[in-house]
Nanobody, 118 residues
Framework: QVQLVESGGGWVQAGGSLRLSCAAS????????MGWYRQAPGKQRELVAR???????NYADSLKGRFTISRDNAKNTVFLQMNSLKPEDTDVYYC????????????WGQGTQVTVSS
C-alpha cells in the first residue's frame, strides 16, 4: 500500500500562486507515475498534470504554461506550482500514484481545497 498526503492548498486571490506538495510513503517501489487531479462538485475528476519517476511530464492542455509539476524522488514527494490562478481553478486537488504501466491511479490522497477569489 501507498499513502499520499497532500499539503499546500488554501485561499488565494486571482493572479496569485500556490504550491501543492504530496508526500508518498509505504510501498514506494510499487509506483511510477505521480500526479495531480482536480474535481469540482458535481463534475468528473480531471487530470491536471503527472510526472514519471524519470521526469517525463504530461499536462492538461488548458493548464500548460501556468502549472508546473515536479518531483523529488529522494523525498518521495511531488509538487504542483500553480501560477496566475483563476477563479475557475477553484477545486479540490488530489494527489495520485500509478503502478508502472497502468494509466489509472491506484492510490489517492485525501484532497486539498484550492479556492481562488476574483
Amino acid at each position: 500500500q501507498v499513502q499520499l498526503v497532500e499539503s499546500g492548498g488554501g485561499w488565494v486571490q486571482a493572479g496569485g500562486s500556490l504550491r501543492l506538495s504530496c508526500a508518498a510513503s509505504g510501498s514506494i517501489f510499487s509506483i511510477n507515475t505521480m500526479g495531480w487531479y482536480r474535481q469540482a462538485p458535481g463534475k468528473q475528476r480531471e487530470l491536471v498534470a503527472r510526472i514519471t519517476r524519470f521526469g517525463t511530464t504530461n499536462y492538461a492542455d488548458s493548464l500548460k504554461g501556468r502549472f508546473t509539476i515536479s518531483r523529488d524522488n529522494a523525498k518521495n514527494t511531488v509538487f504542483l506550482q500553480m501560477n496566475s490562478l483563476k477563479p475557475e481553478d477553484t477545486d479540490v486537488y488530489y494527489c495520485a500514484a500509478n503502478h508502472p504501466g497502468d494509466p489509472n491511479p491506484a492510490y489517492w490522497g485525501q484532497g486539498t481545497q484550492v479556492t481562488v477569489s476574483s
